[in-house]
Each structure stands twice: as C-alpha cells, then as structure tokens.
C-alpha cells in the first residue's frame, strides 16, 4: 500500500542489516505507533491524509444518517430500514467505510511486523501494556482503540512464532521511559512533555522514545512469551 512509505519514511536510512544478531527493543506509542532501538520510527497511521480523509468522510456519511432520522421523527413516520429506503443505504455506506479504515489499520500493523520480522533479531522486547488503563484517560481513550495495540502483539507473537524469535515482555512497572539508556541512572521525574530524555549524569541527550526502546532492549527481567 502506497501510504506505508509515507509512515516509514524516517526509517529507511537508519536501517542497519549487519545486526542480525542484536535484541531488538520496541517501544509502543500515540504519537509514533513503534520504534525500535535501532532508530526505526514507525509513524502513527492516523496523521496521515488518507486515514484522515476517511475518517472525514466517515462523519459525513454519518452525519447524512442521522440527519434523516431527525427529519422522519419529525414527520411522525416510522422507522424505514427496508431494502432500498435511502436509509437502508446510508447504513450500508457507513458500514463500507468502517470496513475500509479497519481493512487499512490491519495492513498497517500487518506491515510494520513483516518489517521487523525481516530482520531477525535474536529476541525481541515490548512492554506489557496497560491498555484498560490508559483508554480511561477520555482524551487517549479513542487514538489507543486505534492504534490496535492488542492485534499487533498478537501478530508479532505469530511471526516471532513463525521465525524462531524469542519474544520477551518486561512488566508493566518497569520504568522504560525514566532510565537513561546509557548510564541506567533512572530520573525521578519525567513529564510526558520532555520529547528529548536528558540525563544529568551522564549527559546524554537522545530521544525520548528510542531511549525506552533501548531500555527495554537491555532490561534484564522479562517474561518469554510463547
Ligand atoms: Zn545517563
């Protein structure tokens, strides 16, 4: 799919073939679905245009549905949902379009794993995630269902699965994100607003998500999934 390239693209030139045998850490997000400890930053597919101009089309059908509704209850009419009414058929759009966007985020997810199981690390790291958790943060709640967070994993258990990787997860507490990578000296406070991770110690300045998925690279306690 043409899209991917557009998501991809920060990643391409980073790429190195030559560490076939390294771990690999992943780190998942909102702002950029995956990245790993090798500076492969997989964006989030919702920012790009197509995505966004289905979504706008998706309201707009659903819009149309709801605006026929208002009219026929003002009518005092009953409900038509026959074959063939142009309700029927507004439903029926609606559906198409759902149908689209999942079709599109499940080739998404599907292709960010070909990638990385392409280049077979000798395990690969990822973080248990407190889904339930985070959806309870209202303005978070809609971009994580998104996301697919879930499916993914299930899609790189299969392939790590399929490929003979070993498949690590680290707990939920592990601090991914407050260690520095460098020193392993962890910071007492991080605000989701500091993009770049700063160690005072050690003066190291990296990014804040490729930090974490270095993190979760090296964390030593893990659980192997099957
Ligand atoms: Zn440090």
Same mark, same amino acid.
């Given at each position: ?154 899609? !790189? ?9 070993? !498949? ?10 407050? !260690? ?47």
């Amino acid at each position: 799919m043409f899209l991917f390239s557009t998501v991809y693209e920060k990643t391409r030139k980073k790429y190195k073939a030559n560490c076939h045998s390294d771990g690999m850490g992943i780190d998942l997000g909102i702002k950029d679905f995956a990245i790993t400890n090798r500076e492969q930053v997989f964006g989030n597919i919702h920012k790009t245009s197509i995505i966004k101009r289905t979504e706008k089309r998706l309201k707009r059908v659903q819009r149309a549905l709801s605006r026929k509704y208002e009219f026929q209850k003002k009518r005092g009419e009953k409900p038509a949902t026959k074959k063939g009414s142009n309700i029927a058929k507004n439903i029926l759009q609606i559906q198409k379009v759902h149908q689209r966007l999942a079709r599109m985020r499940d080739a998404y997810r599907a292709w960010v794993v070909s990638v990385i199981a392409k280049i077979k690390p000798a395990f690969i790291t990822i973080e248990k995630l407190n889904v339930q958790g985070m959806k309870k943060n209202r303005h978070l709640s809609k971009s994580i269902s998104d996301q697919g967070f879930y499916d993914f994993k299930q899609k !790189l258990r299969n392939a790590c699965r399929k490929m003979g990787i070993e !498949l690590r997860e680290v707990a939920m507490y592990y601090p991914s994100s407050k !260690l520095c990578s460098h020193c392993g000296i962890k910071k007492v406070k991080l605000s989701l607003s500091e993009r770049v991770f700063q160690c005072e110690h050690c003066r190291q300045s990296i990014d804040r998500d490729h930090n974490a998925a270095i993190n979760l690279m090296q964390a030593s306690e893990y659980v192997l999934l099957p």
